[in-house]
């Protein structure tokens, strides 16, 4: 059975892979440091699968601790190294998230984002592990020049948390073309994630005040806050609001497992993936489909545009669809339908 070591495991995207990997068959090692998430994130992805499979408890082991420490990290592949297990891939999810706070403390991120990514890939050479899919973002695209974006877009982050996303990227990529290890890495453009794992039992968690906008909407809907706030209705789209690309977060898992599957049989490689649908929901559209889908009002309010908004970011997903075969099958309607499942099962979240 293959292991697959995967940090920022316990968090809305890594809980969900954790689970799909499990799924597949692959024994899953978690880091994480839990600043951003709960170790009930966890238990909840194996009662999932506990219903299914009593023998796969063992399958899923945990190492609560930061990336930023160089010999933490090492202890976790030394033990790994002892118990005979190799570890065939990473997938790298550990990281802040969040734009307002990397533009109020871009230390912080550029210590978190970027120099853990640094300790991480030491100790992975150190151990000839050479198989990485990275969590990188739609937000480092220049947003302004276009609305649909290719991987070969022009790249133009305008905040902290964007320029740590980029220049990780840029890192992975100095690494393969150095030709010093065959390491293989797959750099994933997410667009917008959404939605949660139809069980309910999972979903997105974050601490504090949510800064995206679905944790907002549902909020909204439940009561939490009085009204959304849309910020813009005069941007030159089909209604005035923002334009995003929605993906679901069980397809966005899903590709990572099949973005690693390939990576493992490549001899040596980096690209850059764009992971969304293709199509692009307006602010206004998205709200309403949620109403429709959840039979609930989300209360909104219009307000004044916010500086260094973009008006419609859509992936090309063409790269995506030809090279691995993926489609992303989830509607918006599944992604609202899940999220606010989610949201009244666990009010309180974890
Ligand atoms: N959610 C999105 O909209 C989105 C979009 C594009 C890219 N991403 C990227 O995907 C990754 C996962 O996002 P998410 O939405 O699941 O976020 P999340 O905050 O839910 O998950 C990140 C996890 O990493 C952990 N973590 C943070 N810093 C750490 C550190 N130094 N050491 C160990 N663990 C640490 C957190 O505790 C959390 O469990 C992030 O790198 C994020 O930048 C997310």
Not at 117 to 125: G, H, K, W
Not at 148 to 163: D, H, L, S, W
Not at 186 to 210: C, D, Q, T, V
Request: net charge positive; aromatic share 10%.
């Amino acid at each position: 059975m293959k292991t697959i070591l995967i940090t920022g495991g316990a968090g809305f995207i890594g809980s969900h892979i954790c689970l799909v990997l499990l799924d597949e068959g692959y024994e899953v090692i978690v880091i994480d440091s839990f600043e951003n998430s709960s170790v009930n994130s966890l238990k909840r992805v194996l009662d999932i699968f506990l219903k299914k499979d009593n023998y796969l408890a063992n399958k899923l082991e945990i190492f609560n601790g930061d990336i930023c420490d160089r010999t933490f990290i090492e202890n976790v592949f030394l033990n790994m190294k002892k118990c005979n297990k190799e570890i065939y891939g990473v997938i790298h999810l550990a990281g802040l998230k969040s734009v307002s706070e990397s533009i109020l403390n871009p230390q912080l991120y550029w210590k978190k984002n970027v120099l853990g990514t640094i300790n991480l890939l030491e100790i992975m050479e150190k151990y000839e592990c050479l198989n990485l899919v990275y969590s990188s973002s739609a937000t480092i695209y220049d947003s302004k020049e276009n609305s649909f974006f290719n991987e070969n877009a022009k790249i133009k982050p305008v905040n902290p948390y964007g320029n740590t996303k980029f220049v990780i990227e840029k890192f992975l990529e100095d690494l393969y073309q150095s030709s010093k290890k065959s390491w293989k890495f797959a750099s994933l453009r997410y667009f917008n994630p959404i939605g949660a794992h139809k069980s309910g039992l999972i979903g997105e968690n974050p601490k504090g005040l949510p800064n995206n906008i679905f944790p907002l909407i549902i909020n909204t809907a439940i009561g939490e806050q009085k009204t959304f706030k849309i910020y813009g209705n005069d941007w030159p789209t089909k209604d005035g609001t923002p334009v995003r690309d929605y993906i679901h977060v069980m397809d966005l898992a899903e590709t990572h497992i099949k973005v690693l599957e390939y990576l493992i049989k490549e001899k040596s490689t980096y690209f850059n993936l764009n992971v969304g649908t293709g199509l692009g929901t307006s602010v206004l559209e998205l709200i309403n489909i949620f109403e429709r889908t959840n039979g609930i009002k989300v209360p909104s309010v219009f307000s004044k545009r916010r500086a260094g908004d973009a008006c419609s970011v859509i992936a090309d997903n063409s790269l995506l669809k030809s090279k691995f075969k993926i489609i992303p099958k989830r509607t918006i309607e599944d992604m609202c339908r899940d999220g606010w499942r989610w949201k009244q099962l666990n009010p309180e979240g974890y």
